[in-house]
């Protein structure tokens, strides 16, 4: 089985076509926010070329030993979608508390057979914590929708599972987030004489080599060549 692989990329030099440094400066004044310096002169002269990636979108299909599509699928990875963030000068830490909130979606299509869907939609930061946090917009939100055509393959027509669902089947009453979860099982299956399994490295080896070929894609990208990359799956899988 082979993949082929093509990607499309928005780089900081396209940003600033979409959003101008001036019309940033307009935004922030309305505020009354005080202006850094490096939007008097730095801005203009700038090479924003040799900034990294703001948003890629990727499509890649998978072949038979025929040559026949048997399964499609596309990657949308974006630095610039909504935020909270209403401050021009960033937060000594960019990561916790300045403006990011998780907007996330994964669409898994198995025919006519299975749609099962996750979807963890935030609308505000840490700080701002309250009880329930489990809807669409909280904190936790973490939603697994399924729609089964329960007729050919049984089940019931339509299951939903809630990061409240998940944290009740593993007994967990601490209130955090999945994200920190993972990082925690992480270290101790690191750590661990006998770990657990269900994080193996090994078995991210194929979404690993589908990165590797957006980067490679990225850097022909920057040099001006626009190229669809194949690669052998079956060793990977």
Request: glycine share 6%; aromatic share 10%; net charge negative.
């Amino acid at each position: 089985m082979k993949a082929k692989i093509s990607s499309e990329f928005q780089l900081e030099s396209d940003d600033i076509q979409i959003i101008r440094p001036d019309e940033v400066v307009k935004l922030f004044q309305k505020l009354g926010q005080p202006i850094p310096k490096f939007y008097d002169n730095e801005a203009s002269s700038t090479d924003y070329n040799l900034f990294g990636e703001k948003a890629v979108v990727s499509q890649f299909s998978f072949y038979n030993e025929n040559g026949k599509t048997i399964t499609t699928g596309n990657l949308y990875i974006s630095q610039i979608g909504f935020s909270r963030r209403a401050w021009i000068i960033p937060h000594d830490d960019h990561y916790k508390n300045n403006g990011r909130v998780r907007h996330e979606t994964v669409d898994i299509e198995i025919g006519p057979l299975m749609d099962i869907q996750v979807h963890s939609y935030q609308s505000k930061e840490i700080k701002d914590r309250t009880v329930d946090e489990s809807e669409v917009g909280g904190l936790d939100n973490f939603d697994i929708c399924i729609f089964r055509n329960f007729e050919l393959i049984g089940g019931v027509p339509f299951e939903k599972i809630t990061s409240e669902t998940l944290m009740r089947h593993n007994g967990d009453e601490v209130i955090r987030g999945l994200n920190e979860d993972s990082r925690e099982d992480f270290i101790y299956n690191f750590f661990s004489s006998s770990p657990s399994t269900k994080g193996e490295l090994e078995g991210h080896r194929l979404a690993i080599e589908i990165l590797y070929n957006i980067c490679v894609q990225e850097i022909l990208y920057k040099n001006g060549e626009s190229e669809t990359l194949t690669f052998s799956v079956d060793k990977l899988i």
